[in-house]
C-alpha cells in the first residue's frame, strides 16, 4: 500500500501568515490526492481533490499542488477558523490511505 | 445540510462485539458509496472499509487489519449504514467516522463526528 508522510507534524503560524503543509507518498502516481481539514468536535471537511481543486465553497486562500511524490497544501493567509488538523489522502491505489495529520496552531 | 451521525461506541472485553451505526440525511444515501475510516490516539486515519450502493450490488471491500472480523452493511429505506464488529482486539481501540463517498471513486466528501470505541479489559 502507498504510505502517505506529513510534515511538520506541527505548523506554528500566526494570523495572517502564509502556512505550507507537505505530504509525501511512498509511491508515485499522478493527482488522485485530497486534503482533509478536521477541527475538534467537527466533521472533518474536504478541502482538495485531483491535488489542486477546490471543493465546493473553500475559500480561495487554501490552494493544493504537487505530483508524483509530492504533493503540497498552501493556505496564504490564515484566518482563526483555519487552525486545525490537516490530513492529505491518495485515492489512486487500493487501499485508500492517509497522512498523519498536520497540526496546525496559532503562534 | 448534510448530516452523518454515528453511534453505538463505548467499552467492550477483547473478544467482543459491537455494533455501530451511521445516520445520514440531507445527501442521496442510497447512491453513496458509505465508508469506515478509524483513528487511533495518536496514530493517522485508517481506512475500515465500504459498502457501495444498490447499483454496485452493495458490494462491500475491506482493510486486510479487519477483514473477516468486521462486517459492513446498510438500510438505505432507513438512510442507515452499519459496522459490526466482532473479535474485537485491543488495537481496535479507535474513533471511528463513517464517510459518504461522492462521484469520485475514494473520495470522502463526507464526514461524521466520529464515535469512540474502547477494547479493554
Known amino acids: 500500500e502507498i504510505v502517505m508522510t506529513q510534515s511538520p507534524a506541527t505548523l506554528s503560524v500566526s494570523p495572517g501568515e502564509r502556512a505550507t503543509l507537505s505530504c509525501r507518498a511512498s509511491?508515485?502516481?499522478?493527482?488522485?490526492l485530497a486534503w482533509y481539514q478536521r477541527k475538534p468536535g467537527q466533521a472533518a471537511r474536504l478541502l482538495i481533490y485531483g491535488a489542486s481543486t477546490r471543493a465546493t465553497g473553500i475559500p480561495a486562500r487554501f490552494s493544493g499542488s504537487g505530483s508524483g511524490t509530492e504533493f503540497t497544501l498552501t493556505i496564504s493567509s490564515l484566518q482563526s477558523e483555519d487552525f486545525a488538523v490537516y490530513y492529505c489522502q491518495q485515492y489512486n491505489n487500493w487501499p485508500w490511505t492517509f497522512g498523519q495529520g498536520t497540526k496546525v496552531e496559532i503562534k | 445540510e448534510v448530516q452523518l451521525v454515528e453511534s453505538g461506541g463505548g467499552l467492550v472485553q477483547p473478544g467482543g462485539s459491537l455494533k455501530l451505526s451511521c445516520a445520514a440525511s440531507?445527501?442521496?444515501?442510497?447512491?453513496?458509496?458509505i465508508h469506515w475510516v478509524r483513528q487511533a490516539s495518536g496514530k493517522g486515519l485508517e481506512w475500515v472499509g465500504r459498502?457501495?450502493?444498490?447499483?454496485?450490488?452493495?458490494?462491500?471491500d475491506y482493510a486486510a487489519s479487519v477483514k473477516g472480523r468486521f462486517t459492513i452493511s446498510r438500510n438505505d429505506s432507513k438512510n442507515t449504514a452499519y459496522l459490526q464488529m466482532n473479535s474485537l482486539k485491543t488495537e481496535d481501540t479507535a474513533v471511528y467516522y463513517c464517510?459518504?463517498?461522492?462521484?469520485?471513486?475514494?473520495?470522502?466528501?463526507?464526514w461524521g463526528q466520529g464515535t469512540l470505541v474502547t477494547v479493554s479489559s
Open positions: 464517510s459518504a463517498q461522492g462521484p469520485v471513486a475514494g473520495l470522502f466528501d463526507y
Open positions: 440531507g445527501f442521496t444515501f442510497s447512491g453513496s458509496a
Open positions: 509511491q508515485s502516481f499522478s493527482s488522485n
Open positions: 459498502v457501495r450502493s444498490k447499483a454496485n450490488s452493495y458490494a462491500t
